[in-house]
């Protein structure tokens, strides 16, 4: 038995251990502020330096833990299908901590409230923008109750948008997470991160290394990400612990099976020589930068250079009118006329996608449709989207905002006149139509492509991805599988 007795705290974000001037913890590094004679670690290793501390059988004094009071909770009027009852009983055979990969619309906001009700402890939604913040917490409200009484939980609590009411079960953005995170990290037991794949990027991280909750809960459709980030998630929540694909929900009637097709247009031959001169001054002036390849990596390289390189901006402003030439083409227009003059005699339910507002407004004054953009007001989407979901409209379109953290009613085509190489954009896109019909139809995903550009290339990128990810598959090996 060890004669040293530290004393534990919370410290902004940290766990401060005092009196620990023999030993050597896990995680824990020498805090030179205090004289060397503590130790200090992000929060998130609060659980294993306990569990280190037990093991060594060293006499402590815990004086982290300030978690919010919450009364035993269970479900009410929710069902939870076969597969999520899976995901929820493999995170919990690998101490609560993991994520899961699941298509949009195939549940993930059910199996996140039954693992609140596995933990037993305070929990924080975490959130990508005020819309999931709302849809979240109506969700809570309509399907939390205290397991004894049966009441509801009166008040669900709201961090972000103008609010801050810290509850038993809270939802924050990430934005208002991360800005709190090192006076509330000690609050909650269950820390659940929405669309994890934004947690890795830098800053955001720094939420789940301040928070000391020892359960944890990813969701997500699209765990990778383009910069390979998605690794840091092993350790800031946990490895996959399950994933399913859309054609697998497809084959058991969860979710609508589908098509993709491509269409490819033709630039005008004014466009086409537009197009050629813009990407020959682009790739000359990748050359005398000494950049060889149009990578990720370069590209970011090529931005930051801009700010301080003439050569540099003129070469980014090439890659841009390149890209806006091939992006928005007029054969596109002519190409999507008569996509939606089929639509029009079969009241197909249509969201059509953009990579710019330019294009989308252009589409939406031409077949005077309904767009939706980051301008646009909360209220009037709201009142496109409710539109769209009676039928009143039967077409919207938008550049990028539906793409992620919108409820979007059902729809049954989707078209792409302009998208990035991401696979993550493709399987929000393609994640708006999948919602089982009524008639059993299916979903249909149409590309609207410029032949002799570029956008081949990426088209065929994003095509991949989907490919991964709708059979469940997607790089199993980089995300960790946390039963490792």
């Not at 091939?326 to 003059?341: P, V």
């Not at 005699?345 to 294009?359: D, G, L, P, V, Y």
């Not at 059993?440 to 990426?458: N, P």
Request: charged share 25%; proline share 3%.
């Amino acid at each position: 038995m060890h004669e040293t007795h530290p004393r534990l705290f919370f410290d902004k974000g940290t766990i401060r251990i005092d009196s620990a001037d023999m030993l050597e913890i896990p995680d824990a590094r020498r805090d030179e502020r205090s004289g060397g004679g503590s130790l200090r670690a992000y929060a998130m290793h609060y659980a294993r330096i306990i569990e280190y501390l037990r093991e060594s059988e060293i006499n402590y004094t815990d004086c982290v833990q300030n978690f919010i009071p919450i009364a035993p909770l269970k479900t009410t009027g929710l069902e939870l299908r076969g597969y999520q009852q899976e995901a929820i009983t493999k995170w919990k055979n690998v101490s609560m901590r993991g994520c899961v990969v699941l298509p949009t619309g195939a549940g993930k906001t059910a199996v996140g409230m039954h693992t609140i009700v596995e933990a037993g402890a305070p929990a924080l939604v975490i959130v990508p923008t005020i819309d999931l913040m709302e849809q979240w917490s109506q969700a809570l409200t309509d399907h939390l109750a205290t397991q004894h009484s049966g009441q509801k939980i009166p008040v669900i609590g709201r961090l972000g948008g103008g609010e801050d009411d810290l509850r038993a079960v809270t939802v924050a953005t990430y934005d208002s997470a991360y800005i709190r995170a090192p006076e509330m990290g000690d609050r909650f037991g269950l820390v659940i991160f929405d669309e994890v794949h934004h947690l890795p990027a830098p800053g955001y991280r720094s939420i789940a290394e301040q928070m000391i909750a020892p359960y944890r809960l990813g969701l997500t459709a699209t765990i990778e990400r383009e910069d390979g980030l998605h690794g840091m998630l092993q350790g800031l929540v946990g490895g996959v612990v399950f994933r399913k694909g859309s054609q697998d929900l497809a084959s058991q009637k969860y979710l609508a099976s589908h098509t993709i097709r491509q269409i490819q247009v033709s630039l005008t031959p004014e466009e086409q020589k537009a197009y050629d001169q813009y990407r020959s001054e682009f790739l000359s002036g990748m050359k005398s930068l000494k950049m060889v390849s149009e990578s990720m990596y370069n590209l970011k390289r090529l931005i930051m250079m801009s700010n301080r390189s003439r050569k540099a901006r003129e070469t980014l402003l090439a890659r841009n009118r390149a890209n806006e030439t091939a992006l928005n083409s007029t054969a596109k227009i002519k190409a999507l006329k008569e996509i939606l003059a089929g639509c029009s005699t079969s009241q197909r339910k249509t969201i059509i996608f953009t990579q710019n507002n330019k294009m989308a407004y252009v589409i939406a004054d031409k077949f005077l449709i309904p767009i939706i953009t980051h301008k646009t007001s909360k209220d009037e989407r709201r009142e496109i989207l409710s539109g769209f979901k009676s039928n009143r409209y039967t077409a919207v379109v938008t550049s990028r905002v539906l793409d992620e953290g919108v409820d979007v009613p059902d729809a049954e085509l989707g078209i792409i006149v302009s998208g990035t190489g991401s696979g993550r954009e493709m399987i929000q896109r393609l994640g708006r139509l999948l919602r089982p019909k009524q008639d059993g139809g299916k979903a249909e995903l149409v590309e609207i492509v410029s032949a002799k550009t570029r956008e081949t290339g990426t088209s065929a990128k994003r095509g991949a991805a989907l490919k991964k990810s709708a059979s469940g598959r997607s790089r199993r090996r980089r995300s960790s599988d946390a039963s490792k």
